[in-house]
């Protein structure tokens, strides 16, 4: 058995000057809980942190709700009154058709001063299939709106970035100089993020205030046949890229409250490792823990689906924020 360390970054502060979410609360997450079972700390696979993305507090998630639902009110999202599917209270989102949202990606490839350690175009071509296929519903879960359009990989030599961590100088300086577009193009940066981290992503909701920042970061070894193995096939980009259309993980929140805001993915109390078969931490008669969902923590191999609920919150996301 290892110890597992949590995952969430340790510069929130210098990340998430806005507004919703404000630096402080996210320590909380790194606290021993009492009540942690074997469930809790079983990962295997400790040399990685899944995610660096942040588990904002309860109080953040309410508050970056409230501001949804009146950017939402300007925005005029079309819902749909009764519908079914995700989303609570009032209509629901009416959910753009399946592969109607054709999303412009930029993938920045960084190799060291050398021009060594990047991915390969082919890489980056398959990096991109499967997230494509993830969110097509081609790998069994739910057909989401969204489709992804490589218009150009670039690649820099440049060491400082080749190793940039999280919320560092480095990665600052990377974005700034590399970002294409606005708060609708993906920005996808790979390279050797060092520290055990998989990815990192930013919020839709985080745009308006530091626009520069926007996008997603995955290691380079993560793509599909990389090194990172059982994290090889390609779910960080997914995952990661879920992060940036608006998905909490699936242990948001934990078994209580409104936990990662989609109805259709079932409460858990913790990140999943591995392929634990039957996890359910939560025990309200529920379902089990959505260990098969792109947003938990489990292996590459485990990982498969994305909900309806989920992508209607994407879709609602982008939709205010993205479009
Ligand atoms: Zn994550």
Known sequence: MHS???????????????SMFTAPAMANSNKANPNQTAWDRANPNAAFKRCGTAD????????????FRQFSALKGKPTKPGGGGGGDGGGDP??????????DVYFHVINDDNGNGGNTQAEVNAQMAVIDNAFAGGSGGFATPFTFNLVETTYTNNSAWFTASQGSAAEQQMKASLRVGGPETL????????????????????????PQYDGVVILNSSVPGGASAPYNEGDTGTHEVGHWLGLYHTFQGGCNGGGDQVSDTAAERSPAYGCPVGRDTCRKGGEPDPIYNFMDYTDDSCMFKFTAGQAARADAQSFVYRK
Not at 187 to 197: A, P, R, T, W
Request: charged share 10%.
């Open 56 to 67: 904002p507090s309860a109080a953040q998630v309410a508050a970056a709700e409230e501001q």
């Open 4 to 18: 597992k360390t949590k995952i969430i970054c340790c510069l929130t502060s210098a990340l998430f000057t806005v």
């Open 187 to 210: 920005n996808i940066y790979s390279y050797n993020v060092g520290g055990g981290l998989l990815g990192w992503a930013t919020f839709p909701s985080s745009y308006a205030t530091n």
């Open 94 to 103: 009416e959910v753009r058709p399946a592969g109607s949202v054709s999303i």
